[in-house]
């Protein structure tokens, strides 16, 4: 099994450099763009199963990428819970959410935000859930979704990825073979 991890494209708030997480807005005219590129780049590759956040920003992504296909929405892929944060201007942030965005490895979040061991938990769960499947997967999720699922599929990044900068409609492939799973790559 080949499983191919997209970030959703760009919306209106990302544009503005706003802390987004779980709010539910849709792609803009970049966001459609970008997709559309990525689903060029990946016009070779049949979709034998499709999974999205329920978040519309990644149920479209999904679905321009594989048109015809029926992703099936699965909450483990949602984005991080920002909680108080939510809507905040990057340019503007609270200390301690900058503190933890300068070392996510070694800063927990601020209180009211979803730590990042559940947002690993939960991408180790969909992982799992996913493992038996035949033929190529697509996931369409979300920045920190996208780190918490690198980061279950690399044990000994030791954090490396919440600090890599992942662009909208950025694409990782791993392989599932005899067991176990690749260390992504980015495609």
Known sequence: MDLYII?????????RQVLQGRSDYPLNEA??????????????????????????RA??????????????????LIEMDYGPYEGAGLRALPQEVLTFFQDFAHNPAPAGMEQLHSVVARAGDFLEAVRGLEG???V???????KGLLEYLTPGSNGAYWSKYIGNCAVYLTEYRDGAYSVPREW
Not at 7 to 15: A, P, V, Y
Not at 59 to 76: F, L
Request: no cysteine.
């Open 31 to 56: 966001g459609i763009a970008q997709a559309q590129a990525a689903a060029e780049r990946l016009r070779g590759i049949r979709f034998d199963h499709v999974f999205t956040s329920p978040l519309r």
């Open 59 to 76: 149920v479209q992504t999904a679905g321009i990428v594989a048109p015809g296909s029926r992703p099936v929405v699965d909450a483990r």
């Open 140 to 146: 369409s999720t979300h920045a920190i979704a996208m």
């Open 136 to 138: 190529n997967l697509l």
């Open 7 to 15: 970030r959703h494209g760009q919306t209106e708030l990302n544009s």
